[in-house]
């Protein structure tokens, strides 16, 4: 009987967590295992935020997939997806052709523009490793050239992140850490540094708990953060964004734009002609593609919809981790012949970091967490991923255990 080839596009949470489980459960005489990424690591994606804002080193966000891949089980290709061909049963890479029996989409997320002028060319997004580090670099860059200019530019102190979900709260609570820190290494007045942020939204965090809000909002304005609720970015120029509130606009002069209010799918997935809903794939109960059976789809790449509200499930690393675990069960019934199991999330709770100290959180059956006690519960959730993936010796490694920070 010929193996079949199974094929896992991208090291995301869902693809990295499927590709740890089916080498567990699936030995080489069973099946031909491949993981395709850009990379040859993995990243934590919920901790690009630090490394944007500086507050932790990139180093620690990037986990090489030999220390969790069996290179002698899985066949790693570290390659750039180029486009897929469904019918054709064939992935294109740049540079080779993949075929397989069973394929696994998990390509993750690319910055959505809504079509604001000048947002593709002049915004920063925190998307990857490179572009977390990109923004670092370059506050870093405004920040030592302010006394350097012969007349001093206030656009170089004007941080605007554009987005007050979960990316832009959490980035902006790090940047309230980091610029007292900048302030005092170059020289600056912290009361000329400005971090704004602008939420279309009635209020930041949508849809998250008032009181809970309303303490994030309070913890981060005493640390210097501005909001602007309610109100349309129109522009984003070179030196300056437009934005519009109550029928006005106003300019506010910036060298940094940081747009953290949407994702979509990777494109490839809507180019590849399967079925899409806004981008996304909305995928059947067993998470594979609508008219392909030999196709899972996971992570950002899914479209899951929440049976209680209507609503899709929020694109998060909770969400993915638990589609990778019936995404690899249903790999190998399908490549074994039995019968595939559906999906049904849990969410256990969500967790917002404000900072080094500070966090927000809803976890255990609606138990609201403040403070201290929010970062712990952060910490936790972070570190039990880390064992999931890599067992004791990644979490050593890779772990955040000083609660006090």
């Not at 069973?30 to 990379?39: F, S, Y």
């Not at 049976?307 to 190998?332: C, D, L, M």
């Amino acid at each position: 009987m010929k193996k079949p080839n199974i094929v896992i596009l991208g090291a995301g949470y869902g693809g990295m967590m499927t590709t740890v489980k089916l080498q567990k459960s699936m030995g080489v005489n069973n099946a031909n295992i491949t993981l395709v990424n850009k990379n040859d690591y993995h990243y934590q994606t919920t901790w690009l935020h630090e490394n944007a804002a500086g507050t932790l080193h990139h180093d620690r966000t990037r986990i090489p997939i030999k220390d969790v891949v069996n290179m002698s089980k899985i066949n790693f290709v570290k390659d750039t997806v180029v486009s897929i061909k469904p019918d054709e049963k064939k992935v294109k890479l740049e540079n080779s052709e993949l075929t397989y029996d069973i394929l696994v989409i998990g390509l993750g997320f690319e910055a959505a523009t809504f079509g604001i002028p000048g947002l593709m060319e002049n915004a920063f997004t925190i998307g990857d490793i490179n572009s977390a580090r990109l923004i670092r670099e370059h506050i870093e860059y405004n920040f030592a050239m302010y006394h350097n200019d012969k007349e001093k530019n206030q656009a170089r102190l004007n941080i605007v992140v554009g987005g007050g979900g979960f990316t832009g709260i959490e980035f902006v609570g790090e940047l309230a850490n980091r610029i007292p820190e900048l302030c005092k290494e170059y020289d600056i007045d912290k009361s000329l540094v400005r971090i704004i942020n602008v939420e279309g939204s009635p209020t930041v965090l949508p849809g998250f708990d008032p009181q809970l809000v309303e303490y994030a909002m309070n913890s981060l304005e005493s640390r210097g953060v501005e909001f602007i609720t309610g109100a349309m970015l129109k522009e984003c120029k070179p030196d300056s964004i437009v934005y519009e509130k109550d029928g006005k606009q106003v300019e506010v002069p910036t060298l940094t734009t940081v747009w953290a209010a949407g994702v979509r799918a990777n494109s490839i997935v809507e180019q590849s002609g399967i079925e899409t809903n806004r981008g996304k794939v909305e995928v059947r109960n067993d998470m594979r593609a609508p008219g392909y059976d030999d196709i899972f789809v996971i992570g950002d790449c899914a479209l899951i919809m929440n049976p209680e509200n209507g609503r899709p499930f929020p694109p998060t690393a909770q969400i993915a981790i638990q589609e990778s675990y019936t995404v690899a069960h249903n790999v190998k019934a399908l490549a074994e012949g039995h019968e595939l199991e559906g999906f049904e999330a849990k969410i256990l709770g969500t967790v917002a970091s404000l900072g080094h100290t500070d966090a927000i959180g809803v976890v255990l059956n609606d138990r609201k967490l403040f403070g201290w006690k929010a970062t712990v519960m952060k910490k936790i959730i972070d570190n039990r991923y880390l064992l999931k993936l890599g067992g004791l010796g990644l979490l050593m490694k890779k772990g955040k255990f000083n609660i006090f920070y």
